[in-house]
């Protein structure tokens, strides 16, 4: 009779134990998350309403939705978002796609595919730094390479105002084709072997198999491609610091979004504006994220 | 016609040759253009200053001069850098290993109270890119004392959501049955964790191993905001942009340093290539 409270007890006892052992296990990555994901995360909307004093050591004013508005109806801004929307048109489509051809093109049991493949994975450990150092030389108005192929435009490619954005495009997908080629290989080994031979057999051309049934059944990779690379397009930073730089003829066409909130930090020392900056980030790239979820919803069931 | 089936079949081999060779040539021009650049790089690494600028441009080097690598590494500070780069990756990796397993483990064998809103948290991280935060962070790191220091390079990575994410998958393989004879044999959760489900999980923690190695290795943002003058804790991607800012003259210099630090990657990629794309293609492409 008197067993069961007992028991009851020790139950509970241990219930409490392992409850405090889960939360101790979590605390360290809560805590780096509290203080270097979340806090900041929310500061944005706090510091985007204030406006900073025009004299260091003046404390900032608060100026509610003014700031924000001013920021996002300036000349810079819209030329900011204009050269990192054009940017991701230019890099997402052509990345996914060379990335998706390869892929393809080394699918197949012959002989020299490893090689290959570890080629085509190669550019995923290459640094922004070391693309950026790369390129820049071959871009190069003297010693680089594309002028000795007579594409010398002047003022040299990087100083370019019509060039910059593309050169910078290309040294990108460049850099994003690893990781292309290794997310798009992961999907086709996904894609059973036994229909693409189905349709070999039917007479269908490499093309066509291409076409209709390694593209239909790869929909979920390429999806997942597009949100991948259009995130990491918008958070693109290093090459434009690296190769173009404040200072740059060719500056206000390639200041994309990162490259702006980076230099309203340090350069006009404004955060209230650099805040709403970084929330206009976020939403750009929760939009995204939030379009992949619908379109997988919607397109993706039949894989079951 | 179709009474001789020679001719015909003669004529799908054919088809079937040529369009070998055809995929032999798209996926030769396709490592051309991938491994084309890092080639260039290397020869005009080699080169003297001189034979850069001649054209057409040398595809190889005839005489290979070593010593740009020597003033990269002395003058362009690249040993110190490679050196302060491994110490600022090995906190990283330690430190997001040892955060991930435990809160993967919580999050897989342990019950408590808020447990899945709290999982969902973690993985809300996911959805707030590291740019999006570096206004506060970097306030937060000067207001620390942190700023030029390993502390503020490492402190803000030393968790992951991913990782968390991707370990509580790997613990969820493990039968439940091990558990309970684990427990029948007296060992507890934490002795359990780490005799039975870290080692089961190894291929997971590789995989996370090898994915935070060449994130933190690679990161340019963060170094560049809070490190500055001085060579104490540069990291050697920022060496790499002053390498190429302050010797403008000396392009062949730059990219010796170049070389220098994507090698160690590219050993990297070929050692561990299983692990790298488990771990970049993981929890989104099964």
Redesign the interface.
Known sequence: MSAGPVRHRTRRVR?AR??????A??L??????G???????I??FR?ALYRTAPYPGLPSHYVGLQQAAQVLSSQGFLQSLVSTVLFVVMVVPAGLV?GL??AV??H?A?RGMAI???????????????S???????M?P??G?LP?LGLNPSPPILQNTTWALPAIAVMTI?QF???SF??M???LS?VPEDVLEAARVDGAS?VTVFWRVTVPLLSP?IF?GVV?AT?YA??T??QV??LIGYGNAAFEHVNLL?YD??NT??IAKT?GQ??VL??V??LL??GV?LVQLRLVERRVHYGG | MAADPGPERRRARRRRAW??GA??A??TL??V???G??Y??VV?SLLLPSA??Q???PLVALHPQWHDYATAWTQGHLGIYLRNSAVQTGIIVAGQL???V??A???AF????L?RS?FV??LA?L???F??????????ISSLGWYNTFQGLT???????FG?FLLRQAFLQIPRDLREAATLDGYG?LRFMLRVAVPLARPALAALGVFSF?AA??Q??WP??VTGSGNNVRTV??G??L??GTQVSH?DV??A??VI??VP??V???VF?KQ??RG??GG???
């Open positions: 219930a392992e409850a405090a052992l889960g939360y296990l979590i360290p990555a809560l805590c780096v998350f203080a270097f994901v979340f806090y900041p995360f500061e944005n510091l060379i051809v390869l093109a080394a197949r012959l290959y493949r570890t080629i085509f994975s190669s550019t995923v450990v290459t640094s922004v730094a070391v950026a150092l790369v390129f820049g030389t071959l190069d003297v010693v390479f000795w460049w084709l690893g990781l290794i997310v290989s992961a999907g996904a490499e990779t997942f991948v995130i918008f958070q930073f290093g610091d690296i990162v909130i980076l930090i340090e955060p650099a805040a970084s929330i980030l976020f790239t929760l994220t | 369009r070998t995929r032999y798209l996926l396709g490592a253009v991938v491994l650049p890092l260039l790089t005009n850069l600028a054209r057409p441009p040892v955060t991930s435990l809160a483990y919580a999050f342990l019950r408590f109270p447990r709290l948290v973690f991280t959805m707030i890119p740019e999006v935060t570096i206004v506060t962070n970097t306030q937060t402190v803000p990575f030393l968790a992951t959501g968390t959760h060449l290795w690679n340019y943002l560049l905001l991607q920022i790499l942009k390498l190429q392009v730059a990219l340093g170049t630090a994507v990657l590219l990297l990629l070929v290539q790298l794309v970049l293609t989104a492409v099964k």
